[in-house]
């Protein structure tokens, strides 16, 4: 009988999602999701505006045996079956962190098996690439709530940081024009849905740096000219115009840098991951750009774009095909960086 390939439980419970997810691949061979369980908490932080740390932990630890046990039936597995045991370790909330990574050491001490602790912006940065065979040299773009980075990647493991944010984060950016627009938490997936109805064009928002040589980002003069013109508004104001210009400036800054370091490193391949990739118009204006530009653009799936375990697995499997693993006592690191 042919040697099974390796099998790698993980967790993510940086945020509000409380997720696990059951991976199997080696060499060779494409990564293969066999169970990824979700469970949100969205909604209980909705009537708060934001995430709520002390509530967030708590869910966590109400639903990660049952979702353990979900996945474990859903791939058909047990738990001696696992070869190592992974979680997310940073950046999040440092209780929320605290949640999964304890829960994935319990259980690779107890199996006698590795524990991996994972970057979380590292799952975000490979999720395009499960189901590859390869994770070959190419650019990355991670926008999300927390982050908007551009990495040059050498392959797994091989990270240059090209640019980042020196403010908020495009995601959180739309958290908080969300809210000034009065639209319920989070802000992203409303804005875009309320933008439908607007006219991109109907403000002429600041697309901050663009034209900078650098490659950081920046959202807060944005956000502040979005804030200073709904001021001066009639009541009701145009939401939808609003948003849509909004949106419009977003997209323009994040595909003008993107180009802007492909054509800096060379590189044929644009992978875009987090949150924000999820946005419909995004995704439209990437594809449209990287036609013109002859780059091979790669999105991940959308139940790949959001926080969840079966990206934190992909990292893990790559690592332990590597011969890595982590101490149990290695901590967590709510600020850890990613390069």
Same mark, same amino acid.
């Given at each position: 009988?042919?040697?099974?390939?390796?099998?790698?439980?993980?967790?993510?419970?940086?945020?509000?999602? =409380?997720?696990?997810?059951?991976?199997?691949?080696?060499?060779?061979?494409?990564?293969?999701?066999?169970?990824?369980? @979700?469970?949100?908490?969205?909604?209980?932080?909705?009537?708060?505006?934001?995430?709520?740390?002390?509530?967030?932990?708590?869910?966590?630890?109400?639903?990660?045996?049952?979702?353990?046990?979900?996945?474990?039936?859903?791939?058909?597995?047990? @738990?001696?079956?696992?070869?190592?045991?992974?979680?997310?370790?940073? *950046?999040?909330?440092?209780?929320?962190?605290?949640? #999964?990574?304890?829960?994935?050491?319990?259980?690779? &001490?107890?199996?006698?098996?590795?524990?991996?602790?994972?970057?979380?912006?590292?799952? /975000?940065?490979? $999720?395009?690439?499960?189901?590859?065979?390869?994770?070959?040299? /190419?650019?990355?773009?991670?926008? $999300?709530?927390? /982050? =908007?980075?551009?990495?040059?990647?050498?392959?797994?493991?091989?990270?240059?940081?090209?640019?980042?944010?020196?403010?908020?984060?495009?995601?959180?950016?739309?958290?908080?024009?969300?809210?000034?627009?009065?639209?319920?938490?989070?802000?992203?997936?409303?804005?875009?849905?309320?933008?439908?109805? #607007?006219? *991109?064009?109907?403000?002429?928002? *600041?697309?901050?740096?663009? /034209?900078?040589?650098?490659?950081?980002?920046?959202?807060? #003069?944005?956000?502040?000219?979005?804030?200073?013109?709904?001021?001066?508004?009639? $009541?009701?104001?145009?939401?939808?115009?609003?948003?849509?210009?909004?949106?419009?400036?977003?997209?323009?800054?994040?595909?003008?840098?993107?180009?802007?370091?492909?054509?800096?490193?060379?590189?044929?391949?644009?992978?875009?991951?987090?949150? @924000?990739?999820?946005?419909? *118009?995004?995704?439209?204006?990437?594809?449209?750009?990287?036609?013109?530009?002859?780059?091979?653009?790669?999105?991940?799936?959308?139940?790949? &774009? =959001?926080?969840?375990?079966?990206?934190?697995?992909?990292?893990?499997?790559?690592?332990?095909?590597?011969?890595?693993?982590?101490?149990?006592?290695?901590?967590?690191?709510?600020?850890?960086?990613?390069?």
């Amino acid at each position: 009988m042919l040697r099974r390939v390796p099998l790698i439980l993980a967790i993510e419970s940086s945020c509000v999602e =409380t997720a696990v997810a059951i991976v199997c691949g080696g060499p060779g061979r494409a990564a293969e999701v066999l169970a990824s369980e @979700v469970a949100s908490q969205i909604e209980l932080h909705r009537e708060f505006g934001g995430v709520v740390p002390e509530l967030a932990s708590r869910n966590h630890s109400l639903h990660l045996r049952p979702l353990i046990e979900q996945a474990l039936a859903h791939a058909g597995v047990t @738990v001696a079956e696992v070869d190592a045991f992974a979680a997310t370790t940073g *950046p999040g909330l440092a209780s929320s962190l605290l949640i #999964g990574s304890t829960a994935a050491k319990a259980m690779a &001490c107890a199996s006698r098996k590795p524990f991996l602790g994972i970057n979380h912006l590292e799952g /975000h940065l490979l $999720s395009p690439f499960v189901g590859h065979t390869r994770v070959p040299p /190419h650019l990355a773009l991670i926008v $999300s709530g927390g /982050h =908007t980075l551009l990495l040059d990647v050498g392959g797994p493991g091989i990270y240059q940081k090209l640019g980042s944010t020196r403010d908020d984060a495009a995601g959180e950016a739309f958290d908080k024009v969300g809210k000034m627009l009065g639209l319920p938490y989070p802000g992203g997936p409303e804005i875009e849905r309320v933008a439908r109805g #607007g006219n *991109p064009a109907a403000f002429d928002f *600041p697309r901050s740096m663009l /034209h900078d040589p650098h490659l950081d980002f920046s959202f807060s #003069g944005l956000k502040t000219a979005v804030l200073y013109t709904l001021q001066r508004q009639p $009541s009701p104001p145009p939401v939808a115009d609003l948003a849509a210009s909004f949106q419009q400036a977003v997209i323009e800054i994040l595909v003008g840098k993107s180009l802007k370091a492909a054509q800096r490193t060379r590189h044929r391949v644009l992978a875009i991951s987090g949150g @924000v990739s999820l946005n419909l *118009p995004l995704r439209a204006a990437l594809a449209r750009a990287c036609q013109r530009a002859r780059l091979e653009l790669l999105i991940a799936p959308p139940d790949l &774009c =959001t926080d969840n375990a079966a990206m934190i697995a992909f990292a893990a499997l790559l690592r332990h095909l590597a011969g890595e693993s982590s101490p149990l006592d290695a901590d967590i690191h709510p600020n850890l960086p990613l390069v």
